[in-house]
Protein backbone atom coordinates (compact mmCIF):
# COMPACT_ATOMS: atom_id res chain seq x y z
CA UNK A 1 0.00 0.00 0.00
CA UNK A 2 1.61 3.56 -1.07
CA UNK A 3 2.13 5.77 1.84
CA UNK A 4 2.18 8.68 -0.15
CA UNK A 5 0.35 11.68 1.80
CA UNK A 6 -1.79 12.23 -1.33
CA UNK A 7 -3.06 9.05 -3.56
CA UNK A 8 -6.10 8.49 -4.78
CA UNK A 9 -6.49 5.31 -2.76
CA UNK A 10 -5.55 6.18 0.76
CA UNK A 11 -5.54 9.77 2.68
CA UNK A 12 -3.93 10.54 5.80
CA UNK A 13 -6.34 11.52 8.27
CA UNK A 14 -5.26 12.19 12.12
CA UNK A 15 -8.00 10.82 14.87
CA UNK A 16 -6.80 12.05 18.72
CA UNK A 17 -3.49 12.70 17.19
CA UNK A 18 -3.18 8.99 15.69
CA UNK A 19 -2.80 8.89 11.85
CA UNK A 20 -4.57 6.55 9.86
CA UNK A 21 -4.47 5.20 6.42
CA UNK A 22 -8.31 5.78 5.02
CA UNK A 23 -9.70 5.59 1.89
CA UNK A 24 -11.09 9.14 1.07
CA UNK A 25 -14.74 6.73 -0.19
CA UNK A 26 -15.15 7.19 4.03
CA UNK A 27 -16.63 9.16 6.30
CA UNK A 28 -15.38 10.50 9.36
CA UNK A 29 -17.81 7.68 11.18
CA UNK A 30 -15.60 5.10 9.01
CA UNK A 31 -12.55 7.22 10.61
CA UNK A 32 -13.59 6.95 13.88
CA UNK A 33 -14.52 3.05 13.51
CA UNK A 34 -11.02 2.53 11.85
CA UNK A 35 -9.34 4.22 14.94
CA UNK A 36 -11.62 2.74 17.82
CA UNK A 37 -14.80 0.82 17.27
CA UNK A 38 -15.53 1.98 20.78
CA UNK A 39 -15.08 5.25 20.13
CA UNK A 40 -17.40 5.38 17.34
CA UNK A 41 -20.17 3.07 19.63
CA UNK A 42 -19.84 6.19 22.24
CA UNK A 43 -20.41 9.03 20.19
CA UNK A 44 -23.39 6.95 18.23
CA UNK A 45 -24.87 6.39 22.07
CA UNK A 46 -24.40 10.27 23.14
CA UNK A 47 -21.70 10.05 25.06
CA UNK A 48 -18.93 11.64 22.73
CA UNK A 49 -18.83 13.70 20.04
CA UNK A 50 -16.52 14.85 17.27
CA UNK A 51 -14.93 17.93 16.89
CA UNK A 52 -11.94 20.03 15.29
CA UNK A 53 -9.29 21.76 16.92
CA UNK A 54 -11.54 24.77 17.48
CA UNK A 55 -13.99 22.44 19.37
CA UNK A 56 -16.94 22.62 16.76
CA UNK A 57 -18.53 19.49 16.05
CA UNK A 58 -17.94 17.99 12.80
CA UNK A 59 -20.52 15.60 11.52
CA UNK A 60 -20.43 11.75 11.96
CA UNK A 61 -21.70 11.99 7.93
CA UNK A 62 -18.78 14.42 6.82
CA UNK A 63 -16.46 14.16 4.34
CA UNK A 64 -12.51 13.39 5.15
CA UNK A 65 -10.14 14.66 3.45
CA UNK A 66 -6.17 14.63 3.40
CA UNK A 67 -4.82 16.07 6.71
CA UNK A 68 -7.77 16.09 8.40
CA UNK A 69 -7.76 16.52 11.92
CA UNK A 70 -10.51 15.03 14.05
CA UNK A 71 -11.01 14.95 18.34
CA UNK A 72 -13.41 12.98 20.02
CA UNK A 73 -14.48 14.55 22.97
CA UNK A 74 -17.34 13.34 26.13
CA UNK A 75 -19.81 15.11 26.30
CA UNK A 76 -19.77 16.68 29.80
CA UNK A 77 -22.99 15.16 31.85
CA UNK A 78 -23.94 18.22 34.03
CA UNK B 1 -23.75 30.20 24.29
CA UNK B 2 -27.35 30.45 24.48
CA UNK B 3 -29.16 32.48 21.77
CA UNK B 4 -32.14 34.14 22.71
CA UNK B 5 -34.59 35.71 20.11
CA UNK B 6 -37.76 34.38 21.88
CA UNK B 7 -39.02 37.97 22.22
CA UNK B 8 -38.61 39.10 18.39
CA UNK B 9 -40.21 35.70 16.65
CA UNK B 10 -43.63 35.70 16.51
CA UNK B 11 -45.71 33.84 13.98
CA UNK B 12 -47.80 36.46 12.72
CA UNK B 13 -44.07 38.84 12.22
CA UNK B 14 -42.65 36.27 10.01
CA UNK B 15 -46.25 36.39 7.80
CA UNK B 16 -45.73 39.30 7.57
CA UNK B 17 -42.25 39.67 6.30
CA UNK B 18 -43.44 37.80 3.79
CA UNK B 19 -46.62 39.59 2.79
CA UNK B 20 -44.49 42.71 2.55
CA UNK B 21 -41.98 40.69 0.67
CA UNK B 22 -44.45 39.77 -1.81
CA UNK B 23 -45.39 43.57 -2.45
CA UNK B 24 -42.21 44.18 -4.36
CA UNK B 25 -40.76 43.62 -7.22
CA UNK B 26 -37.35 42.27 -8.18
CA UNK B 27 -35.82 40.73 -11.24
CA UNK B 28 -34.35 37.28 -10.52
CA UNK B 29 -33.34 35.79 -13.70
CA UNK B 30 -31.81 32.31 -13.96
CA UNK B 31 -28.57 31.78 -16.59
CA UNK B 32 -26.20 29.32 -18.02
CA UNK B 33 -26.14 27.48 -21.19
CA UNK B 34 -29.30 25.65 -22.44
CA UNK B 35 -31.73 26.41 -19.83
CA UNK B 36 -34.33 29.50 -19.40
CA UNK B 37 -36.09 29.89 -16.27
CA UNK B 38 -40.05 29.59 -16.50
CA UNK B 39 -42.25 32.50 -15.81
CA UNK B 40 -43.39 30.76 -12.27
CA UNK B 41 -39.93 30.44 -11.32
CA UNK B 42 -39.03 33.81 -11.42
CA UNK B 43 -42.33 34.98 -10.02
CA UNK B 44 -41.26 32.59 -7.01
CA UNK B 45 -37.66 33.63 -6.61
CA UNK B 46 -39.06 37.20 -6.95
CA UNK B 47 -41.41 37.14 -4.30
CA UNK B 48 -38.88 35.07 -1.72
CA UNK B 49 -36.53 36.69 -2.28
CA UNK B 50 -37.39 39.87 -2.31
CA UNK B 51 -38.09 40.35 1.67
CA UNK B 52 -35.50 43.53 1.80
CA UNK B 53 -35.67 44.82 -1.49
CA UNK B 54 -35.02 48.28 0.26
CA UNK B 55 -32.63 48.72 1.89
CA UNK B 56 -32.88 49.75 4.98
CA UNK B 57 -29.55 51.46 5.43
CA UNK B 58 -26.82 52.80 3.34
CA UNK B 59 -23.18 54.22 4.49
CA UNK B 60 -23.12 55.85 1.51
CA UNK B 61 -25.32 55.73 -1.75
CA UNK B 62 -22.93 53.62 -3.13
CA UNK B 63 -23.20 50.75 -0.46
CA UNK B 64 -25.40 48.16 0.91
CA UNK B 65 -24.88 45.63 2.79
CA UNK B 66 -25.43 41.96 2.10
CA UNK B 67 -26.77 39.28 3.97
CA UNK B 68 -26.13 35.59 2.75
CA UNK B 69 -27.64 33.32 5.25
CA UNK B 70 -26.36 29.31 4.26
CA UNK B 71 -27.59 26.30 5.05
CA UNK B 72 -25.00 23.00 4.40
CA UNK B 73 -25.73 18.98 4.21
CA UNK B 74 -28.91 19.15 5.59
CA UNK B 75 -29.40 15.87 4.76
CA UNK B 76 -33.25 15.75 5.36
CA UNK B 77 -32.58 16.75 8.99
CA UNK B 78 -36.44 17.93 8.76
CA UNK B 79 -37.60 16.93 12.37
CA UNK B 80 -35.68 18.39 15.55
CA UNK B 81 -33.91 15.25 17.29
CA UNK B 82 -30.30 16.68 17.15
CA UNK B 83 -29.03 18.19 20.05
CA UNK B 84 -25.99 20.64 20.90
CA UNK B 85 -22.63 19.04 21.93
CA UNK B 86 -21.82 21.93 24.08
CA UNK B 87 -25.00 23.07 25.45
CA UNK B 88 -27.22 19.58 25.20
CA UNK B 89 -29.48 21.86 23.93
CA UNK B 90 -32.32 20.76 21.03
CA UNK B 91 -31.46 22.27 17.65
CA UNK B 92 -32.21 21.81 14.23
CA UNK B 93 -35.65 20.62 12.75
CA UNK B 94 -36.32 22.04 9.37
CA UNK B 95 -39.58 24.45 11.32
CA UNK B 96 -36.69 26.23 13.66
CA UNK B 97 -34.04 26.55 10.65
CA UNK B 98 -37.50 28.56 8.73
CA UNK B 99 -37.74 30.55 11.58
CA UNK B 100 -34.00 31.69 12.06
CA UNK B 101 -33.96 32.39 9.01
CA UNK B 102 -37.31 34.81 8.97
CA UNK B 103 -35.48 36.69 11.38
CA UNK B 104 -32.66 36.91 9.64
CA UNK B 105 -34.60 38.25 7.16
CA UNK B 106 -36.63 40.71 9.36
CA UNK B 107 -33.79 42.25 11.09
CA UNK B 108 -31.43 42.15 8.34
CA UNK B 109 -29.80 45.34 6.89
CA UNK B 110 -30.02 45.33 3.16
CA UNK B 111 -30.88 42.41 1.04
CA UNK B 112 -30.34 38.44 2.37
CA UNK B 113 -29.58 36.00 0.24
CA UNK B 114 -30.29 32.63 1.62
CA UNK B 115 -28.35 29.57 -0.08
CA UNK B 116 -27.98 25.73 0.18
CA UNK B 117 -24.68 23.77 -0.28
CA UNK B 118 -25.33 20.45 -0.98
CA UNK B 119 -26.46 17.22 0.14
CA UNK B 120 -29.79 18.75 1.58
CA UNK B 121 -31.85 15.66 0.78
CA UNK B 122 -30.82 12.42 1.68
CA UNK B 123 -30.29 10.96 5.32
CA UNK B 124 -33.52 10.79 6.97
CA UNK B 125 -36.49 8.45 6.87
CA UNK B 126 -38.81 10.94 6.01
CA UNK B 127 -37.04 12.40 3.30
CA UNK B 128 -35.85 9.35 1.82
CA UNK B 129 -38.75 7.66 1.50
CA UNK B 130 -39.82 10.69 -0.15
CA UNK B 131 -36.98 10.98 -2.13
CA UNK B 132 -35.91 14.25 -1.05
CA UNK B 133 -39.55 15.82 -2.17
CA UNK B 134 -39.62 16.95 1.34
CA UNK B 135 -36.42 18.83 1.70
CA UNK B 136 -37.84 20.65 -1.60
CA UNK B 137 -41.20 21.79 -0.41
CA UNK B 138 -39.12 23.01 2.88
CA UNK B 139 -36.62 24.60 0.78
CA UNK B 140 -39.35 26.48 -1.38
CA UNK B 141 -41.18 27.17 1.69
CA UNK B 142 -38.17 29.28 3.08
CA UNK B 143 -37.36 30.60 -0.34
CA UNK B 144 -33.74 29.41 -0.98
CA UNK B 145 -32.20 31.47 -3.35
CA UNK B 146 -30.08 29.12 -5.01
CA UNK B 147 -28.45 25.80 -4.32
CA UNK B 148 -25.07 24.01 -5.11
CA UNK B 149 -25.53 20.27 -6.28
CA UNK B 150 -23.48 18.10 -3.72
CA UNK B 151 -22.64 14.58 -3.99
CA UNK B 152 -25.63 12.94 -2.29
CA UNK B 153 -28.15 14.88 -4.96
CA UNK B 154 -27.19 11.61 -6.92
CA UNK B 155 -28.12 9.43 -4.46
CA UNK B 156 -31.39 8.51 -5.96
CA UNK B 157 -30.40 8.24 -9.71
CA UNK B 158 -30.50 11.49 -12.00
CA UNK B 159 -33.63 10.93 -12.62
CA UNK B 160 -34.70 11.74 -9.41
CA UNK B 161 -32.46 14.14 -8.73
CA UNK B 162 -34.13 16.51 -12.41
CA UNK B 163 -37.31 15.57 -10.90
CA UNK B 164 -36.23 17.43 -7.63
CA UNK B 165 -34.50 20.37 -9.58
CA UNK B 166 -37.94 20.75 -11.58
CA UNK B 167 -40.20 21.01 -8.33
CA UNK B 168 -37.40 23.29 -7.03
CA UNK B 169 -38.77 27.08 -6.95
CA UNK B 170 -34.60 28.03 -7.14
CA UNK B 171 -31.65 27.10 -9.04
CA UNK B 172 -29.19 24.18 -8.34
CA UNK B 173 -25.80 25.11 -9.50
CA UNK B 174 -22.82 23.14 -10.36
CA UNK B 175 -20.32 24.78 -13.40
CA UNK B 176 -17.91 21.58 -13.16
CA UNK B 177 -20.08 18.69 -13.86
CA UNK B 178 -19.81 17.62 -17.60
CA UNK B 179 -21.12 14.75 -19.80
CA UNK B 180 -19.70 12.75 -22.63
CA UNK B 181 -16.55 13.31 -23.95
CA UNK B 182 -16.40 16.35 -25.27
CA UNK B 183 -16.13 18.66 -22.58
CA UNK B 184 -19.89 19.74 -22.77
CA UNK B 185 -21.90 20.88 -19.97
CA UNK B 186 -24.36 18.52 -18.33
CA UNK B 187 -27.18 20.82 -20.28
CA UNK B 188 -29.93 19.71 -17.11
CA UNK B 189 -27.64 21.59 -14.52
CA UNK B 190 -26.71 25.12 -14.51
CA UNK B 191 -23.35 26.33 -13.42
CA UNK B 192 -24.49 29.56 -12.11
CA UNK B 193 -27.23 32.09 -11.61
CA UNK B 194 -27.88 35.41 -11.04
CA UNK B 195 -30.10 37.13 -9.11
CA UNK B 196 -31.40 40.50 -8.34
CA UNK B 197 -32.34 41.73 -5.02
CA UNK B 198 -32.76 45.84 -4.04
CA UNK B 199 -31.30 45.90 -7.31
CA UNK B 200 -28.19 44.51 -7.12
CA UNK B 201 -27.11 41.66 -9.16
CA UNK B 202 -25.53 38.58 -7.60
CA UNK B 203 -23.66 36.03 -9.72
CA UNK B 204 -24.17 32.61 -7.53
CA UNK B 205 -21.25 30.28 -9.09
CA UNK B 206 -21.84 26.11 -8.41
CA UNK B 207 -19.14 23.76 -7.73
CA UNK B 208 -18.60 19.77 -6.50
CA UNK B 209 -15.66 18.63 -5.30
CA UNK B 210 -13.60 16.41 -8.00
CA UNK B 211 -13.85 13.67 -5.94
CA UNK B 212 -17.21 13.44 -5.64
CA UNK B 213 -17.15 9.84 -7.77
CA UNK B 214 -15.66 8.24 -5.50
CA UNK B 215 -18.63 8.71 -3.17
CA UNK B 216 -21.30 8.72 -5.51
CA UNK B 217 -22.76 4.85 -6.90
CA UNK B 218 -20.77 4.93 -10.21
CA UNK B 219 -24.58 4.00 -11.96
CA UNK B 220 -26.03 6.87 -10.65
CA UNK B 221 -23.18 9.47 -12.66
CA UNK B 222 -22.52 6.98 -15.72
CA UNK B 223 -21.44 9.05 -18.88
CA UNK B 224 -20.78 12.42 -16.29
CA UNK B 225 -17.17 14.17 -15.26
CA UNK B 226 -16.03 15.75 -12.70
CA UNK B 227 -13.50 18.20 -13.83
CA UNK B 228 -11.03 20.82 -11.31
CA UNK B 229 -13.48 23.42 -10.29
CA UNK B 230 -10.59 26.54 -10.11
CA UNK B 231 -10.12 27.75 -13.54
CA UNK B 232 -13.67 27.19 -14.71
CA UNK B 233 -15.12 29.12 -11.54
CA UNK B 234 -12.65 31.81 -12.35
CA UNK B 235 -13.93 31.93 -16.24
CA UNK B 236 -17.15 32.22 -14.96
CA UNK B 237 -16.67 35.02 -12.20
CA UNK B 238 -15.43 37.26 -14.78
CA UNK B 239 -18.09 36.73 -17.47
CA UNK B 240 -20.75 37.71 -14.58
CA UNK B 241 -18.74 40.81 -14.03
CA UNK B 242 -19.10 41.30 -17.59
CA UNK B 243 -22.94 40.99 -17.66
CA UNK B 244 -22.81 43.38 -14.65
CA UNK B 245 -22.62 41.15 -11.35
CA UNK B 246 -22.11 43.52 -8.66
CA UNK B 247 -20.99 40.29 -6.02
CA UNK B 248 -20.12 36.42 -6.92
CA UNK B 249 -20.56 34.01 -4.60
CA UNK B 250 -19.17 30.31 -5.38
CA UNK B 251 -21.34 27.27 -3.83
CA UNK B 252 -18.90 25.40 -3.45
CA UNK B 253 -19.69 21.68 -2.38
CA UNK B 254 -16.20 21.10 -1.27
CA UNK B 255 -15.06 20.43 2.27
CA UNK B 256 -12.34 21.64 4.99
CA UNK B 257 -11.45 22.51 8.47
CA UNK B 258 -10.05 25.24 10.19
CA UNK B 259 -7.07 24.54 13.00
CA UNK B 260 -7.23 26.40 16.22
CA UNK B 261 -4.83 29.49 14.70
CA UNK B 262 -7.65 30.18 12.46
CA UNK B 263 -6.26 28.87 9.23
CA UNK B 264 -8.10 27.35 7.22
CA UNK B 265 -7.21 23.38 5.71
CA UNK B 266 -8.39 21.03 3.26
CA UNK B 267 -9.38 21.37 -0.30
CA UNK B 268 -12.00 24.51 0.23
CA UNK B 269 -8.63 26.26 1.24
CA UNK B 270 -6.89 24.94 -1.82
CA UNK B 271 -9.80 26.00 -3.86
CA UNK B 272 -10.43 29.27 -2.68
CA UNK B 273 -6.41 30.11 -2.58
CA UNK B 274 -6.71 29.78 -6.69
CA UNK B 275 -10.10 31.91 -6.70
CA UNK B 276 -10.20 35.52 -8.60
CA UNK B 277 -12.69 37.95 -8.74
CA UNK B 278 -15.43 36.28 -5.98
CA UNK B 279 -16.59 37.45 -2.92
CA UNK B 280 -17.41 34.82 -0.96
CA UNK B 281 -17.36 31.02 -0.77
CA UNK B 282 -19.76 28.81 0.94
CA UNK B 283 -18.38 25.19 1.58
CA UNK B 284 -19.73 22.23 2.51
CA UNK B 285 -19.58 18.51 1.97
CA UNK B 286 -17.25 17.67 5.19
CA UNK B 287 -20.04 18.41 8.15
CA UNK B 288 -17.17 21.18 9.49
CA UNK B 289 -17.22 24.61 10.50
CA UNK B 290 -15.66 26.94 8.89
CA UNK B 291 -15.38 30.85 9.63
CA UNK B 292 -12.58 32.60 8.21
CA UNK B 293 -10.94 33.74 4.91
CA UNK B 294 -8.79 32.39 2.55
CA UNK B 295 -6.64 34.37 -0.23
CA UNK B 296 -8.74 37.48 1.45
CA UNK B 297 -12.06 35.51 0.55
CA UNK B 298 -14.21 34.86 3.06
CA UNK B 299 -15.08 31.52 3.49
CA UNK B 300 -17.56 29.54 5.15
CA UNK B 301 -18.20 26.06 6.08
CA UNK B 302 -22.13 25.69 8.24
CA UNK B 303 -21.86 22.58 9.58
CA UNK B 304 -24.49 19.76 8.74
CA UNK B 305 -28.12 18.55 8.95
CA UNK B 306 -29.63 22.15 9.79
CA UNK B 307 -27.87 22.37 13.65
CA UNK B 308 -26.09 25.93 12.32
CA UNK B 309 -26.83 28.44 10.42
CA UNK B 310 -24.38 30.54 8.42
CA UNK B 311 -24.54 34.15 8.33
CA UNK B 312 -21.93 36.09 6.49
CA UNK B 313 -22.36 40.05 5.79
CA UNK B 314 -20.82 41.62 3.23
CA UNK B 315 -20.38 45.57 2.59
CA UNK B 316 -21.31 45.70 -1.09
CA UNK B 317 -20.14 48.66 -3.17
CA UNK B 318 -23.06 48.71 -5.39
CA UNK B 319 -21.31 51.38 -8.18
CA UNK B 320 -18.48 49.72 -8.65
CA UNK B 321 -18.20 46.15 -7.45
CA UNK B 322 -16.11 44.83 -4.66
CA UNK B 323 -17.21 44.20 -0.80
CA UNK B 324 -16.03 43.82 2.17
CA UNK B 325 -16.41 41.34 5.35
CA UNK B 326 -18.47 42.98 7.77
CA UNK B 327 -19.25 39.84 9.93
CA UNK B 328 -19.33 35.66 9.34
CA UNK B 329 -20.38 33.12 12.03
CA UNK B 330 -21.88 30.06 12.11
CA UNK B 331 -24.86 29.93 15.02
CA UNK B 332 -26.47 27.06 16.08
CA UNK B 333 -29.79 26.98 15.92
CA UNK B 334 -31.53 26.53 18.81
CA UNK B 335 -35.14 24.85 19.00
CA UNK B 336 -36.28 25.96 22.25
CA UNK B 337 -35.19 29.31 21.68
CA UNK B 338 -37.36 29.82 19.23
CA UNK B 339 -41.14 29.27 18.13
CA UNK B 340 -40.72 26.81 15.08
CA UNK B 341 -42.06 28.20 11.76
CA UNK B 342 -45.88 26.30 11.70
CA UNK B 343 -46.70 25.73 8.26
CA UNK B 344 -42.85 24.43 7.18
CA UNK B 345 -44.11 22.31 10.64
CA UNK B 346 -47.05 21.57 9.53
CA UNK B 347 -46.09 20.31 5.96
CA UNK B 348 -42.98 18.14 7.79
CA UNK B 349 -45.29 16.66 9.41
CA UNK B 350 -47.54 15.29 6.94
CA UNK B 351 -44.75 14.40 4.91
CA UNK B 352 -44.26 11.82 7.90
CA UNK B 353 -47.54 10.63 8.73
CA UNK B 354 -47.58 9.54 4.63
CA UNK B 355 -44.71 8.17 5.16
CA UNK B 356 -45.30 6.15 8.34
CA UNK B 357 -47.30 3.89 7.32
CA UNK B 358 -45.10 2.75 4.67
CA UNK B 359 -43.15 0.30 6.98
CA UNK B 360 -46.82 -1.81 6.79
CA UNK B 361 -46.65 -1.92 2.87
CA UNK B 362 -46.22 -5.68 1.86
CA UNK B 363 -42.72 -6.09 -0.11
CA UNK B 364 -42.65 -9.63 -1.34
CA UNK B 365 -43.70 -12.80 -0.08
CA UNK B 366 -41.48 -15.99 0.92
CA UNK B 367 -41.89 -19.49 0.25
CA UNK B 368 -40.51 -20.85 3.54
CA UNK B 369 -39.00 -19.43 6.42
CA UNK B 370 -35.73 -17.94 5.46
CA UNK B 371 -32.99 -17.96 8.59
CA UNK B 372 -29.97 -16.88 9.70
CA UNK B 373 -27.13 -17.96 11.51
CA UNK B 374 -23.67 -18.04 12.31
CA UNK B 375 -22.56 -20.43 10.13
CA UNK B 376 -23.47 -20.72 6.25
CA UNK B 377 -27.57 -19.70 6.58
CA UNK B 378 -29.59 -18.98 3.94
CA UNK B 379 -30.53 -15.55 4.80
CA UNK B 380 -27.09 -14.87 4.82
CA UNK B 381 -26.60 -16.16 1.05
CA UNK B 382 -29.66 -14.44 -0.02
CA UNK B 383 -28.67 -11.17 1.66
CA UNK B 384 -25.03 -11.65 -0.43
CA UNK B 385 -26.51 -12.60 -3.27
CA UNK B 386 -28.38 -9.29 -3.12
CA UNK B 387 -25.38 -7.14 -2.44
CA UNK B 388 -23.28 -8.87 -5.05
CA UNK B 389 -26.26 -8.32 -7.89
CA UNK B 390 -26.98 -4.29 -6.88
CA UNK B 391 -23.30 -3.56 -7.62
CA UNK B 392 -22.45 -6.10 -10.51
CA UNK B 393 -19.44 -7.72 -7.90
CA UNK B 394 -17.93 -11.00 -8.64
CA UNK B 395 -18.33 -12.05 -5.11
CA UNK B 396 -19.83 -10.36 -1.87
CA UNK B 397 -19.28 -10.93 1.77
CA UNK B 398 -21.83 -9.81 4.64
CA UNK B 399 -21.28 -10.72 8.62
CA UNK B 400 -23.80 -12.50 9.98
CA UNK B 401 -23.97 -10.13 12.65
CA UNK B 402 -25.35 -7.34 10.55
CA UNK B 403 -28.49 -9.50 10.32
CA UNK B 404 -30.91 -9.04 12.84
CA UNK B 405 -34.07 -11.49 12.75
CA UNK B 406 -35.35 -14.09 10.40
CA UNK B 407 -37.91 -13.42 7.91
CA UNK B 408 -40.90 -15.52 8.38
CA UNK B 409 -42.81 -17.35 5.92
CA UNK B 410 -45.39 -15.53 3.92
CA UNK B 411 -45.66 -11.55 3.55
CA UNK B 412 -42.55 -9.53 4.15
CA UNK B 413 -43.41 -6.05 4.77
CA UNK B 414 -41.43 -3.00 4.89
CA UNK B 415 -40.81 -3.22 8.92
CA UNK B 416 -39.87 -6.44 8.36
CA UNK B 417 -36.94 -5.78 6.44
CA UNK B 418 -35.81 -2.88 8.71
CA UNK B 419 -36.10 -5.50 11.86
CA UNK B 420 -34.00 -7.86 9.76
CA UNK B 421 -31.50 -4.87 9.04
CA UNK B 422 -31.46 -2.03 11.09
CA UNK B 423 -28.46 0.11 10.51
CA UNK B 424 -27.30 2.16 7.69
CA UNK B 425 -24.92 0.32 6.36
CA UNK B 426 -24.12 0.64 2.55
CA UNK B 427 -22.57 -1.34 -0.46
CA UNK B 428 -18.84 -0.77 -0.71
CA UNK B 429 -16.75 -2.54 -3.45
CA UNK B 430 -13.11 -2.82 -4.03
CA UNK B 431 -10.80 -5.17 -5.61
CA UNK B 432 -9.25 -7.97 -3.51
CA UNK B 433 -6.38 -10.64 -4.93
CA UNK B 434 -7.36 -13.95 -4.84
CA UNK B 435 -5.02 -13.89 -1.87
CA UNK B 436 -6.66 -11.24 0.30
CA UNK B 437 -10.53 -13.60 -0.93
CA UNK B 438 -8.83 -16.73 0.98
CA UNK B 439 -7.88 -13.75 3.58
CA UNK B 440 -11.47 -12.40 4.34
CA UNK B 441 -12.98 -15.92 4.76
CA UNK B 442 -10.12 -16.63 7.20
CA UNK B 443 -10.56 -13.68 9.23
CA UNK B 444 -14.52 -14.85 9.19
CA UNK B 445 -13.69 -18.32 9.31
CA UNK B 446 -13.70 -19.12 13.55
CA UNK B 447 -15.39 -22.59 15.57
CA UNK B 448 -18.18 -19.69 16.67
CA UNK B 449 -19.45 -19.40 12.81
CA UNK B 450 -18.43 -17.76 8.93
CA UNK B 451 -18.77 -15.43 6.82
CA UNK B 452 -21.85 -15.17 4.36
CA UNK B 453 -20.65 -15.25 1.10
CA UNK B 454 -21.85 -15.17 -2.12
CA UNK B 455 -20.00 -15.80 -5.53
CA UNK B 456 -17.47 -18.40 -3.90
CA UNK B 457 -17.81 -21.78 -2.89
CA UNK B 458 -14.73 -23.22 -0.14
CA UNK B 459 -13.85 -25.35 2.26
CA UNK B 460 -12.92 -24.80 5.93
CA UNK B 461 -11.82 -27.03 9.26
CA UNK B 462 -12.45 -24.31 11.84
CA UNK B 463 -10.68 -26.54 14.13
CA UNK B 464 -7.64 -25.63 12.73
CA UNK B 465 -5.25 -22.59 13.66
CA UNK B 466 -6.18 -19.35 12.67
CA UNK B 467 -5.05 -18.52 8.90
CA UNK B 468 -5.01 -22.03 8.17
CA UNK B 469 -8.53 -22.77 8.58
CA UNK B 470 -9.57 -22.50 4.81
CA UNK B 471 -9.07 -25.70 2.50
CA UNK B 472 -10.30 -24.47 -0.91
CA UNK B 473 -11.64 -21.66 -2.74
CA UNK B 474 -13.81 -21.13 -5.94
CA UNK B 475 -15.75 -19.21 -7.60
CA UNK B 476 -19.39 -20.24 -7.90
CA UNK B 477 -18.86 -21.85 -11.16
CA UNK B 478 -15.62 -23.94 -10.18
CA UNK B 479 -12.88 -21.97 -11.26
CA UNK B 480 -10.52 -21.84 -8.45
CA UNK B 481 -9.14 -18.33 -7.60
CA UNK B 482 -6.22 -16.48 -8.92
CA UNK B 483 -3.88 -15.92 -5.91
CA UNK B 484 -2.76 -12.27 -8.24
CA UNK B 485 -5.58 -12.00 -9.93
CA UNK B 486 -8.02 -9.20 -8.70
CA UNK B 487 -11.50 -9.19 -8.19
CA UNK B 488 -14.14 -6.99 -7.83
CA UNK B 489 -15.94 -7.79 -4.65
CA UNK B 490 -18.61 -6.03 -2.31
CA UNK B 491 -19.46 -5.72 1.26
CA UNK B 492 -20.71 -3.38 4.00
CA UNK B 493 -19.24 0.02 4.65
CA UNK B 494 -18.55 -1.32 8.41
CA UNK B 495 -16.75 -4.43 7.33
CA UNK B 496 -14.94 -2.58 4.82
CA UNK B 497 -13.39 -0.43 7.58
CA UNK B 498 -12.38 -2.93 9.73
CA UNK B 499 -15.54 -3.54 11.59
CA UNK B 500 -15.46 -7.21 13.58
CA UNK B 501 -11.70 -6.75 12.77
CA UNK B 502 -11.57 -7.22 9.46
CA UNK B 503 -8.05 -5.76 8.82
CA UNK B 504 -8.11 -7.59 4.76
CA UNK B 505 -10.68 -5.56 3.36
CA UNK B 506 -8.86 -2.06 4.49
CA UNK B 507 -6.48 -3.20 1.74
CA UNK B 508 -8.63 -3.10 -0.84
CA UNK B 509 -7.97 -1.23 -4.14
CA UNK B 510 -10.09 1.07 -5.61
CA UNK B 511 -12.16 1.15 -2.79
CA UNK B 512 -15.87 2.75 -3.91
CA UNK B 513 -18.55 3.67 -1.30
CA UNK B 514 -21.69 3.28 -3.71
CA UNK B 515 -23.62 4.73 -0.81
CA UNK B 516 -26.38 1.88 -1.88
CA UNK B 517 -27.92 1.44 1.76
CA UNK B 518 -28.25 -2.41 2.29
CA UNK B 519 -31.31 -2.50 3.09
CA UNK B 520 -32.70 -0.48 0.19
CA UNK B 521 -30.77 -3.15 -2.36
CA UNK B 522 -32.92 -5.47 -0.35
CA UNK B 523 -36.10 -3.83 -0.52
CA UNK B 524 -35.52 -3.28 -4.39
CA UNK B 525 -34.39 -6.32 -5.16
CA UNK B 526 -37.47 -7.86 -3.37
CA UNK B 527 -40.07 -5.82 -4.65
CA UNK B 528 -38.79 -6.77 -8.64
CA UNK B 529 -39.42 -10.08 -7.34
CA UNK B 530 -42.81 -9.18 -6.52
CA UNK B 531 -43.48 -7.71 -9.38
CA UNK B 532 -42.35 -10.63 -11.33
CA UNK B 533 -45.10 -12.47 -10.23
CA UNK B 534 -42.18 -14.61 -7.72
CA UNK B 535 -41.84 -15.62 -4.16
CA UNK B 536 -38.51 -15.45 -2.47
CA UNK B 537 -37.41 -18.63 -1.57
CA UNK B 538 -34.34 -19.61 0.91
CA UNK B 539 -31.21 -20.59 -1.43
CA UNK B 540 -29.07 -23.46 -1.15
CA UNK B 541 -26.61 -24.44 1.71
CA UNK B 542 -24.32 -24.93 -0.90
CA UNK B 543 -21.31 -22.23 -0.42
CA UNK B 544 -19.51 -23.47 2.88
CA UNK B 545 -18.51 -27.01 3.73
CA UNK B 546 -17.10 -27.78 6.62
CA UNK B 547 -14.34 -31.20 6.42
CA UNK B 548 -13.62 -32.55 8.88
Not at chain 2, 503 to 529: C, P, Y
Request: proline fraction near 4%; charge should be neutral.
Amino acid sequence: MSQNATTHERIKVFVNGKQLWISPAFSVRHALLAHDEDALADVIAGEAYVADARGNEVGLEGALFDGMRLYVKSVEVE
Amino acid sequence: MRFRFLSLLKKSSVIGAIILALCFTATPRLAGPARVAEAGTETRLASAGSAETEPRAHTGTCDTTLTILHVTDFHGALLSEDKDFATGKPVGGAGVVATYIAAERESSRGPVLVLGGGDMMQGSAVSNLSRGEAVIEFMNEVGFDACAIGNHEFDWGVGVLKARLKQASFPWVSSNIFSGEKAKRAEWILPYAIVEKANLKIGIIGAITEDAPVVINPKSIEGLRFERPEAIVNSIAQQLRREGAKVVVVLAHIGGSQEESGAITGPIADFASKLKGVDAVLGGHSHTVVSGTVNSIPVMISGSNGIRLGVMRLKVDTCNGGSSLVEENVRPTFAESVEADTGVASMVESFRKRFADQLDVKIAVASEPITRGRGESALGNLISDIMRDAVGAVIAYQNSGGIRVDLDKGTITGGAIYRMIPFDNTIVTMYLTGKQVKEALEQGTTERGVLQVSGIRYTYKPEDPPGQRIKSVTLEGGESISPNKLYLVATNDFMANGGDRFTVFKEGKKIRNTQILLRDAVISWMEARKRAGKEIAPPKLDRAERIQ
